[in-house]
């Protein structure tokens, strides 16, 4: 067990066999009060063992429980196919499994605060993204390091996908300087009203800017906002969908995102990617992938 000021890390799995899941090992993470991860971390198949004289990229991607091993498979994927490709190490945070889909905690920490300090629309929710943030910058960075204490590390990404993408956009309107990189699939910008769309402007006032500017890339699905009729549905509940899909608003919210940032100069490059015939669930995937590659080519 690792302790980091109230912060204890415990291994749930010191090593997965080789033959199984290779450099991958679990982690519970808590605060000894209220606060609990589970974390996830991945490091390349090359290396013997985490005290490996190397560098490396980070990935911190969230819904963890979900995500993570996708983000590490994509990595791995790749190098194939891709013999310059950097070494990577994906850090993915997720919460300990309960019999509900998610974790309410999930609900806390990727909630913005509302612009006037109101309770947000959700009962019983209230924000926690700033704590979230000095979780991820203050705690779990800081552990990462000492977790590969022979590893120069170099740039650092952060991905979330839906409600996990909404915080992306956050972190990033107040916090640009914590990653080199920011990756936001069908962030969830409808919520509370659309308020985060309102709010683009307090990255232009953020004082202390990244030394190189953050890349930002924006992605979705078209079927988000305009969903085909399936075979298997009756004109009913096609309309029902596309009634509800048109509330998310995925294109238009983007889109006008996008148009908000990308002449910004507090970042080096804004990118938006539509996946053509692609709905919400399939972009978790599809834009981590692709988010590498972006992630990357800088």
């Known amino acids: 067990m690792t302790q980091i000021g109230n912060w204890s890390f415990t291994n749930i799995v010191q090593s997965f066999p080789h033959t199984v899941f290779p450099n991958t090992a679990l982690w519970n993470v808590n605060n000894g009060l209220d606060l609990n991860y589970q974390i996830q971390v991945s490091w390349p198949l090359e290396w013997s063992s985490r005290n490996t004289n190397a560098s490396a990229l980070t990935m911190f991607v969230l819904d963890g429980n979900a995500l993570g091993m996708t983000a590490a498979e994509a990595w791995r994927r790749r190098r194939p196919v891709e013999s310059t490709q950097p070494d990577s190490i994906v850090v993915s945070i997720g919460y300990p499994l309960t019999s509900a889909p998610y974790s309410p905690q999930r609900g806390i920490d990727f909630q913005p605060p509302t612009t006037d300090g109101s309770i947000p629309e959700q009962p019983g929710v209230r924000s926690g993204a700033d704590d979230f943030i000095e979780f991820i910058d203050e705690v779990l960075r800081p552990w990462v390091r000492e977790l590969f204490p022979k590893t120069r590390f170099e740039r650092d990404a952060l991905y979330g996908h839906s409600f996990g993408g909404l915080?992306?956009?956050?972190?990033?309107?107040v916090r640009p300087d914590l990653f080199d990189t920011f990756l936001s699939a069908s962030p969830a910008l409808f919520w509370n009203g659309g308020d985060i769309l309102t709010r683009t402007n307090i990255l232009s006032s953020h004082p202390h800017p990244n030394?190189?500017?953050?890349?930002?890339?924006?992605?979705?699905?078209?079927l988000e906002q305009f969903p085909v009729k399936r075979r298997t549905e009756t004109e009913e509940q096609y309309q029902s969908r596309k009634d509800l899909f048109a509330t998310f608003a995925m294109t238009d919210n983007c889109n006008k995102l996008y148009d908000s940032l990308r002449n910004s100069s507090r970042l080096r490059d804004v990118q938006l990617m539509e996946y053509r015939g692609t709905d919400h669930a399939a972009v978790g995937a599809v834009a981590l992938s692709d988010g590498i590659d972006y992630f990357i080519d800088w």
């Open 167 to 173: 915080f992306v956009v956050y972190a990033l309107l």
């Open 211 to 222: 030394s190189t500017k953050p890349a930002f890339k924006i992605s979705y699905g078209s």
